[in-house]
């Protein structure tokens, strides 16, 4: 298979040379996000973000973030559940 007809993230049809463009243009990957929206297609990324991170390992270390969002997508409810338990720890 062809670099040119790799798909990064198959809900927003995002392809290779499309992120190797921006990689190469200094964009990290919040900006990367932003402006292709992948991962913010409808499996939200479950399918995509470690593709995307992988081809960010490949060409520039520094692009990676250090924080991981969450695999699933969570319910508010849920995040402040989590910090509201941790302030009485
Ligand atoms: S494949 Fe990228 S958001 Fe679903």
Sequence with gaps: ???NNLIV???EDITW???E???KKGFTL???KKLTRCGMGYCQ???CFNILIRLLKITNQ???PKKRPPLKPMVIKEIVSYFENEKQL
Excluded: A, F, V
């Design 1 to 3: 298979m062809k670099k």
């Design 9 to 11: 993230c198959r809900c």
């Design 17 to 19: 040379p499309e992120i």
């Design 21 to 23: 463009d921006l990689i």
């Design 30 to 32: 919040e900006e990367i």
């Design 45 to 47: 990324g479950r399918t």
């Design 62 to 64: 520094n692009l990676i």
